[in-house]
């Protein structure tokens, strides 16, 4: 059983394009991330929730919004998609904010 | 902001080999973790430290939180070739505070 599931796996759009990105745990963690991972493979945060809550908001575009309408799951929608978009995004999951995090196997983005 | 340095950026071993990984930062960390990724997927955990001076082991991987509480180091014993990969060290200030990653090694291992 997967425990940090994330669909779609693949994801190419066009530039200008609003999409979402979906996010699943099944180990009854409370708190959930977001993560762009870029093409030199360095990894930041974006955002996390705990409990549906927002805790954590980096320096991200307003363009990504967040979305958590359960603790077990926690939803990207990107709006007017741009070229610097492009990246893997993964979703991660954690007991609490100071355990060790459960990632997910990403979405890799393409902007064409 | 926060930084931890993980370097070189790529390291090639001989399959049996030994190697050493280490993580700096200027600040202070309460607890260090050990991640690997392999192509095509997310970062697994490796192992976990949360006390300066810990020293754990996983299999053949052994980790330490460094006793200033601004390094680590990951030690990997007698390579395969699924050792390949990249490692990244993550880092957490506080409690309720981000993770914050290394830029990662890459790990190469020859038969």
């Known amino acids: 059983d997967t425990a940090v599931s994330q669909t779609p796996k693949y994801l190419v759009t066009q530039m200008g394009n609003d999409k979402s990105i979906k996010c699943e745990q099944n180990?009854?963690?409370?708190?959930m991330y977001w993560y762009k991972q870029d093409s030199k493979k360095f990894l930041k945060i974006m955002f996390s929730?705990?409990?549906?809550?927002?805790?954590i908001n980096e320096t991200v575009p307003n363009r990504f919004s967040p979305k958590s309408p359960d603790k077990a799951h926690l939803n990207l929608h990107i709006n007017s998609l741009e070229l610097g978009d492009s990246a893997v995004y993964f979703c991660?999951?954690?007991?609490?904010?100071?355990?060790?995090?459960?990632f997910g196997d990403g979405t890799r983005l393409s902007i064409l | 902001g926060q930084q931890l340095n993980q370097s070189p950026q790529s390291m090639f071993i001989q399959e049996g080999e030994d190697v050493s990984m280490n993580c700096t930062s200027s600040?202070?960390?309460?607890?260090w973790l050990w991640y690997k990724q392999d192509p095509g997927e997310g970062p697994v955990l490796l192992i976990a430290?949360?006390?300066?001076?810990e020293l754990t082991s996983n299999g053949r991987l052994t980790a330490q939180f460094g006793i200033t509480r601004k390094d680590s180091f990951l030690n990997i014993s007698a390579s395969i070739p699924s050792d390949v990969g990249i490692y990244f060290c993550?880092?957490?200030?506080?409690?309720?505070?981000?993770?914050?990653f290394g830029k990662g090694i890459t790990l190469s291992v020859r038969p």
């Open positions: 180990l009854g963690h409370d708190t």
């Open positions: 993550a880092g957490q200030a506080g409690a309720n505070s981000k993770l914050t």
């Open positions: 600040s202070i960390f309460n607890t």
């Open positions: 430290l949360y006390k300066a001076g």
């Open positions: 929730y705990n409990n549906k809550e927002l805790i």
């Open positions: 991660a999951s954690s007991q609490s904010l100071n355990q060790p995090q459960h």
